[in-house]
């Protein structure tokens, strides 16, 4: 793999309306250069982009820089030249792959919309509600749950 720029930047042809799709990532994109701020809250936020570092720390994932909210992941590095956007908050794989690695047990709650992810050496499970989106909230709560696998081999 190839070094990927951002999906959407300022200078972009989609940000000038010509597009609203990126073609690249395949994601939609704002109409107009006033939707960028909403569009890239939607997309990561600074605490995602936190729980996402820490996780990337805890399965030993190296990444480049500060990604910025319009990014659909953490770039994480293959080799000195190359990676790819890792972004278990979005990707079921990705978020099973992190569960594997770190042996985090999960148990979901359907009716509630609820996932709770836990470890023979957390003393409290992590639980995460959305009645929205099951999946959500169990890949939310697995990248939470790996965070505080991080946090605990930092001490």
């Known amino acids: 793999m190839n070094l990927d720029p951002p999906a959407i930047a300022l200078s972009s042809p989609t940000m000038r309306g010509r597009s609203n799709a990126c073609a690249h990532h395949g994601r939609k994109q704002p109409k107009q250069f006033s939707d960028f701020a909403t569009f890239v809250e939607k997309v990561m936020t600074k605490s ?33 030249t190359s990676g790819y956007y890792w972004n278990p908050l979005s990707d079921d794989g990705e978020a099973f ?43 939310r709560a697995i990248v939470k749950a790996a965070s505080k696998v991080y946090r605990m081999k930092k001490t």
Do not use: C, W, Y
């Open 97 to 139: 792959r992190l569960a594997m690695q770190l042996s985090l047990s999960i148990v979901v709650d359907a009716e509630r919309g609820a996932a709770q992810v836990g470890r023979h050496d957390f003393k409290k499970d992590v639980r995460v509600e959305n009645p929205t989106g099951l999946r959500a909230a169990a890949r």
């Open 48 to 80: 995602d982009i936190g729980l996402l570092k820490r996780a990337a720390k805890a399965v030993r994932k190296k990444h480049i820089a500060r990604p910025h909210g319009n990014e659909p992941g953490l770039f994480v590095l293959i080799d000195e």
